[in-house]
């Protein structure tokens, strides 16, 4: 008889071997064979033949069949194969890739590697299980409403209930705890975490601020006062999402020339026309009621920030209005005023960018966009198709950590509205605000930073990394997909790829033709640009709101996650005293503290970009592109590890190094 023989390797993590009873069945294009027993404990690789009752080969294979039978005793045996690797009598080999916990007793069927559009799928067999996979993924992936206006996320009660597939390995699962809770024994500082009185000196803040400290974090305490700071966190810290060049001054904000210092002695409407003036505007914020902590009204505002590129190419600041509605009790400030009252200006709008940041930039427009895309993904496109294997390394832990994020971040109990200002009712419409204005050109970087007008701003290394970042997924994703896609019609005839598509648009953006977001793709140029999106986003945008938010921002009064006196509504008033009073109390303040640590803290399973341990594709194009990748993103980041030993301030968020194939953290 015709014998097959294989090798089925179990995963290298812990807990994924199984002492379960294994069974094996392969089905080919010409007939299938008998169901095989395999030996009892699934070592890292078992060696097994296989044979099969006919005179001939059963033909090419299409697919296996695993089944994981508990023995006499239970319980049932978790078990994480790899793949299975099979040589035919002809010599023939044939890969196949599984990559999940197989939990249950129930009959898996798993593909034949070599990637398959679905017009091409014409074998019965082959035809008849991509239908039944994709049956079965749209019941495990279904659409869910969190809150009206914003995009939608999975369908699940708990974490608990995502498919074995995408939660957490028992080593992140060991690793993470998110809470405030963990953050704070591992901050050493639980024993402040019920203390709901005002600090006493910015002396005593830093008496806290000891433990976990990095370089940067050091640099930000020591200089945090500094106009220089203050304008350099625009462009290369944790939001370099709101500033923009200003060539007309908004109608609600009446500066005159007469009213700023610009280094160079020319005017305001001379630097605009020079493209020297930005305007970082927080309309998102405006007329919102702010939260309570601690039982206490906080305070929170709709800043504008003037700033000014110098002969020196530093960005400064030379203008703050606290409110969008120009007043009397609304004054502009300026650098010229006293130490305090541009100091307490320039605190409002460092809290006003931290809600910003944290609801828009980062939860927004990175993890509830990734989602999106995963759930899309999963739900659309079977494990046979070239863009499910491309892109499934980049959904990793996303549907989990979202999950974890909406009972224990953004929850009406959650920590997010027990020390922000932007928690409670404010929340949501901030988010609903975000959406309906998101588009798609804001999501491709360099279409983002030329609407902006920041194409030749000095020392802007978010936009000189990220355009590296994205032209290098670009070219990777080019040379997968056009090995697929030889043609336009290609593209305009994958059903499956249009609604993965379609799905975006609808569940992402809500519909919004406003937005710009493709509904359908017509080219292998579109194909190739909105995937480029969907990478950079979740790895690449990810890490650079997310990687830096412990450094800039555990030392509070740099980025106040509340503030608790309103903004003063007159100069010459304010002071050490006042300032003192209205930052957050010492609980909001340490507790914030360990939500930016646990949100910024690597674990050890991560998974760098570029980087594929689980084999999804088997033919040699595909991976000959990975390799390049790889190589390109290690030149990448050799370039920017020694561009920054010049740096005073090091960027490091988009090192390729650090960046991590997915939203995981």
Not at 15 to 40: C, F, H, M, N, P
Not at 271 to 294: H, P, R, T, W
Not at 482 to 510: A, P
């Amino acid at each position: 008889m015709p014998e097959y023989k294989g090798v089925l390797t179990t995963e290298d993590r812990l807990l994924a071997k199984t002492w379960d009873r294994i069974y094996i069945k392969l089905v080919g294009t010409d007939g299938e064979s008998q169901r095989k027993a395999l030996s009892r404990g699934s070592y890292p690789e078992s060696v097994f033949k296989v044979k099969v009752d006919h005179n001939n080969s059963i033909g090419k294979l299409v697919l296996i069949e695993l089944e994981k039978k508990t023995g006499l005793l239970p319980p049932q045996d978790s078990w994480f194969p790899a793949k299975v690797e099979l040589k035919s009598p002809e010599g023939e080999t044939f890969h196949f890739p599984i990559h999940r916990w197989i939990t249950d007793d129930e009959v898996h069927q798993f593909r034949e590697a070599t990637a398959c559009l679905v017009f091409d799928d014409s074998h019965p067999l082959a035809s008849q299980s991509r239908t039944e996979e994709l049956k079965q993924r749209k019941k495990q992936y279904r659409w869910s409403i969190y809150a009206e206006g914003i995009p939608h996320c999975m369908k699940i009660d708990f974490f608990h209930g995502l498919p074995d597939e995408v939660q957490f390995s028992y080593t992140k699962q060991a690793e993470f705890g998110f809470t405030a809770i963990q953050g704070l024994i591992e901050l050493k500082l639980d024993g402040l975490a019920a203390r709901k009185e005002k600090w006493t000196s910015i002396d005593a803040i830093g008496k806290v601020f000891r433990h976990k400290q990095t370089a940067l974090s050091e640099y930000v305490q020591q200089n945090w006062k500094k106009d220089s700071l203050f304008g350099y966190q625009f462009l290369n810290g944790v939001n370099p999402m709101v500033i923009r060049r200003c060539s007309v001054l908004p109608e609600n904000f009446q500066v005159t020339d007469q009213m700023v210092f610009l280094r160079g002695g020319r005017s305001l409407t001379k630097e605009m026309q020079s493209g020297n003036i930005f305007l970082c505007d927080y309309k998102l914020l405006d007329g919102l009621k702010a939260n309570k902590v601690n039982g206490k009204q906080q305070y929170l505002m709709a800043p504008l920030v003037l700033l000014h590129k110098t002969p020196e190419d530093q960005l400064m600041p030379i203008a703050i209005q606290l409110k969008q509605e120009p007043s009397e009790d609304n004054p502009i400030f300026f650098p010229t005023d006293s130490e305090y009252d541009w100091l307490l200006a320039k605190m409002f709008v460092r809290s006003a960018d931290f809600q910003d940041h944290q609801l828009n930039s980062h939860l927004l427009r990175t993890h509830l966009l990734a989602e999106v895309f995963s759930v899309s993904l999963l739900g659309n496109l079977p494990m046979v198709h070239p863009l499910y294997k491309l892109l499934v390394p980049h959904t990793r832990y996303t549907l989990q950590i979202n999950a974890l994020a909406r009972n224990l971040l953004i929850s009406e109990s959650g920590i997010f509205n027990t020390i922000t200002s932007s928690g409670g009712e404010a929340l949501q419409k901030i988010l609903q605000r975000a959406t309906s204005s998101m588009t798609y050109t804001s999501l491709c970087i360099r279409d983002d930073i030329k609407e902006r007008g920041l194409e030749s701003v000095p020392d802007f290394y978010y936009r000189e990394d990220g355009f590296q970042m994205w032209d290098i997924i670009n070219r990777f994703v080019q040379g997968v997909l056009g090995y697929y896609y030889k043609e336009d019609s290609d593209v305009q005839r994958d059903t499956e790829l249009q609604t993965w598509v379609l799905g975006i648009f609808v569940h992402g953006f809500l519909s919004r033709p406003e937005s710009g977001m493709p509904q359908k793709l017509n080219t292998v140029a579109e194909l190739v640009k909105f995937v480029t999106m969907v990478i950079f986003t979740g790895s690449s945008q990810h890490a650079a709101v997310n990687n830096g938010q412990f450094e800039y921002g555990s030392w509070m009064p740099n980025t106040p996650t509340t503030l608790q006196r309103p903004p003063p509504t007159s100069k010459g008033t304010a002071d050490e005293s006042s300032l003192l009073e209205t930052l957050p109390d010492v609980n909001a303040t340490v507790n914030g503290m360990a939500v930016m640590y646990l949100l910024s803290k690597q674990s050890s399973d991560f998974v760098p970009l570029g980087h594929y341990p689980e084999e999804y594709f088997s033919e040699r194009v595909p991976h000959q592109h990975m390799q390049l990748f790889k190589g390109e993103l290690g030149l990448l980041s050799s370039k920017i590890e020694a561009r920054n030993l010049g740096l005073i301030i090091p960027y490091t968020f988009l090192d390729p190094a650090l960046l991590e194939n997915s939203v995981a953290i």
